[in-house]
């Protein structure tokens, strides 16, 4: 059991308590909930892939789209996630024949801090990869 602030009278409770024992504030699960920087970078690509954008998606929600050598970061939870990419050649016109998606299950866990996976996707001639990496902060 750890101890948190109540962020209305400061008085230190449980993290477990769903109410400040003084005050009687509501503790919300969420703040309750451990979370781990995650960075998912995209490799550089060659020529022919230096365009192209690869869309991020985690647990199904896109979170943003990569560039060759760039990177998005993402803050999650604890526990099993999904990672998938989803790379249209043809930026402007993104049909199904023209995108490719690829998804991996990664896990984040509470005592070790590490996650490093790499997910590739190729459409046609270009291959693209993306490594996720957990940051680790305090
Ligand atoms: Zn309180």
Redesign the pocket.
Known sequence: MALIK??????E?SDKATH??????PIKIEENITKRKVIISQKKMGFFGSGVNIFVYIDNQMIGKTSSGNSISIELPIGKHFISLEMPVNQANRNASNVSKDGKEFLIKEETNEVNINISIKLGLIEGTCNVDEIIYK
């Open positions: 109540c962020k209305e009278c400061g008085n409770i400040c024992v003084r005050c009687g504030c």
